[in-house]
């Protein structure tokens, strides 16, 4: 008769270790995630200069949007704030990129140049990796979500106060269209 009541008690604990567990692993991939987004929004914030100064040297009346896009990457590049925060700056980041590249369309002899189609091709590489870091950021997040609600992981969840995060999304309709650019 002792056996059975200490047999449920160690089911419970089990499942609850398992579930304290599984709370602490999703929580460090999305940690993990981010980690990766932030890496892969870093390696666009250094070819944003080498751009630029690209740039320069060709369209020398395109001054304030190029200030512009310096402007707003030190403002992203230094937020470390929450995800909205970050994901608002890198909207405003990415909507100045592509009106870049829209108004670079004049320059003949800059599409031609060696060092811009380099650099144009390494932003539109850093861009696709950055795209699969937030899915792959945004897919984790939904788990730990999905973990923080579902019963009985919510009840562990609330007793250890694991939280929600939130999903990092582009809160400019603008950034969200890609930019026609005909190179």
Request: hydrophobic letters at 45%; a negative charge; proline letters at 3%.
């Amino acid at each position: 008769m002792l056996w059975i009541p200490l047999a449920i008690v160690l089911v419970v604990l089990v499942a609850f270790i398992g579930m304290y567990n599984g709370l602490v692993s999703i929580r460090n991939q999305c940690d993990e995630a981010w980690s990766n987004v932030d890496t892969e929004l870093k390696r666009r914030y250094d070819l944003i200069p080498n751009l630029v100064n690209t740039v320069k040297g060709y369209a020398k009346h395109e001054k304030e949007l190029l200030e512009d896009l310096v402007n707003l990457r030190e403002r992203a590049s230094a937020n470390h704030g929450n995800v909205a925060s970050q994901a608002a700056d890198e909207g405003l980041l990415q909507k100045a990129l592509g009106q870049l590249m829209v108004r670079l369309e004049a320059y003949p002899d800059l599409k031609a140049s060696s060092n811009f189609l380099e650099l144009q091709g390494e932003l539109a590489n850093t861009e696709n990796r950055i795209q699969a870091a937030l899915r792959f950021y945004n897919g984790n997040v939904r788990a730990n979500n999905n973990k923080m609600e579902q019963f009985p992981s919510n009840i562990v969840a609330s007793m250890f106060t694991f939280s929600r995060r939130e999903f990092f999304e582009l809160e400019i309709p603008e950034a969200r269209e890609a930019p026609q650019v005909a190179f």
